[in-house]
């Protein structure tokens, strides 16, 4: 009589199974990050200015659609120039300067001061020119009809409602405590891709939000996604490596969180592999 792997063995070869995978990713990521055009673009992306909330929201209100803003002498350096006839974009830039204040004894001294005034940027839309630099994360175009399901139910036996629509901000999905939401504009593997993302943030980053940044929570759950694609056959690779790299992590901070996105994607997987299973005995 042949002799079954037992379960402690099958869960020995999964856990081994989930690690090559994290190790694979984090491979892929740092090579990402290391070549030129990766880093062509964050030496784009350090010449434009992070913008203070109050103007990230004149610009908002002037201009809803701008994507990337900066100033006309900006653009320049990159190759690009603004369009004759285009309206800027307000907003307001410190100016620093000194004055000499009169003390009590009559001495004088140099006092720093900020003052504002309004200058103008303009989006990219507005100039024509050289192509900024760019990291391509390509969507998932093939579909995964059946993961896609199996996703759904299991988030529905963890008491999380699925939706599928548009997103706001054109994201691909969204998590928001107990319930996701998801884009289903695109191929169904992306659909798939997108909902084990969106799982994971539920599993992970809803209690103790303030111990880890955006850039960490990101990494873990596009992780996790990528784990649980490639143990069902999906193909991920190139759009999570992408999507990681471009979220500031890389191959050390993924293996540093390695017994977090294990965990997490082997309960994924296992419910998944429930659901599957029972819907084959029906």
């Given amino acids: 009589m042949e002799n079954l792997p037992s379960g402690r063995d099958r869960a020995k070869e999964l856990r081994k199974g989930i690690d090559d995978a994290i190790d694979r990713l984090a491979k892929a990521v740092d090579s990402v990050r290391a070549s030129e055009t990766f880093r062509a673009y964050l030496d784009a992306q350090a010449r434009f200015h992070n913008y203070s909330w109050h103007n990230t929201w004149m610009i908002y209100s002037q201009r809803p659609d701008a994507t990337r803003v900066a100033g006309f002498r900006t653009w320049l350096t990159f190759g690009r120039h603004v369009r004759k006839g285009e309206k800027g974009i307000a907003i307001f830039a410190p100016m620093r300067f000194k004055r000499e204040v ?4 009559g001495s004088t001294e140099s006092e720093s001061r900020i ?3 309004v200058v103008f940027v303009f989006d990219m839309a507005q100039t024509d020119g050289a192509e900024l630099p760019s990291v391509e994360c390509p969507t998932i175009d093939g579909a995964a009809d059946d993961l896609l399901a199996d996703l759904v139910r299991v988030a529905e036996s963890r008491g999380i409602p699925v939706t599928f629509g548009p997103v706001s901000g054109g994201a691909f999905g969204v998590s928001e405590k107990g319930r996701i939401g998801i884009d289903n504009a695109h191929a169904t593997g992306q659909q798939a891709k997108t909902l084990a993302h969106e ?28 784990v649980v694609c490639r143990h069902f056959g999906l193909d991920s690779e190139v759009r999570s490596s992408a999507y990681i790299a471009l979220w500031n992590g890389d191959g050390k901070a993924m293996r540093e969180s ?11 997987i296992d419910d998944a592999s429930a659901v599957h299973d029972r819907k084959a005995v029906a």
């Fill in 115 to 117: 003052a504002f005034r």
């Fill in 102 to 105: 009169e003390g009590a004894d």
């Fill in 258 to 268: 390695m017994d977090r996105i294990a965990k997490t994607a082997r309960a994924i």
């Fill in 199 to 226: 799982l994971a943030h539920e599993a992970l980053h809803w209690t103790d939000r303030g111990t880890f940044t955006r850039s960490a929570a990101e990494l873990e759950a596009e992780s996790v996604a990528y």
